[in-house]
């Protein structure tokens, strides 16, 4: 069963979605913006590692591939894994459109089950934007770019400051990114337009 749920569906007024003449050109990667992040940050051992790279207009491509530490079932990928797989795709989106975003909904589909070694990729685009929230949806399939859906999200983003962060987030951490002497990681820990 799918379906999306009337808080997705963008009013009939909301706009097309603009690429930042900044931002990267279509193959390149995004890299990690945390270095901590569980989604994509090389700094959490048992985290996703989840690669993205821009794609064309506001839309990335992600692979995650699925270790021993992901499993829900014996053998299987846990079904909040793969929801965070397809959120910080999604996430990754606000790149593009260098706007600083939270998830405020996502709305997921597990359509087939994920094996342990399985490579799962992950395409997303951001669909509408209305004011300061941001229309998304993803798909991950398995055995190959062109492999069957095996999960799929409808998300809704909302634009934040970047007080957000800095309001909510632990002191430890928050602190720590704001003195990272890297300007380029200090931007990217909270998604900031430079
Ligand atoms: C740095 C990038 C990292 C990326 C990592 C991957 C992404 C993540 O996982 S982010 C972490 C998870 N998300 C969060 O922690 C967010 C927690 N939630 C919040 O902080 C707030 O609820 C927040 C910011 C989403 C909205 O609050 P607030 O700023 O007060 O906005 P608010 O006025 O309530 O809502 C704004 C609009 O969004 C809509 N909206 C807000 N939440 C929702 C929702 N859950 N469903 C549908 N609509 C919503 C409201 O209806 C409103 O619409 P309208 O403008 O038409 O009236």
Redesign the pocket.
Known sequence: MSGTSP??QPPADALTPVRHPDAPAPGEPLGS??AE?F?CGDGRPHGLRLQARAGEGVSVTAEFTVRPAHQGAPGLAHGGVLATAL??T??SL?WLLRT??????LETDFQRPVPVGTTLHLEAEVTAV????IYSTATGRIGGPDGPVAVRADA???E?KVE??VE?GREEEIRAAMDDPDQVRRVR???VNP
């Open positions: 808080a997705l913006h945390y992040c989604g959120d910080e999604l996430g606000n600083i975003a939270v998830t405020g909904r209305s004011g300061r929230k809704l983003f909302v934040v957000h962060f909510h820990a909270f998604e």
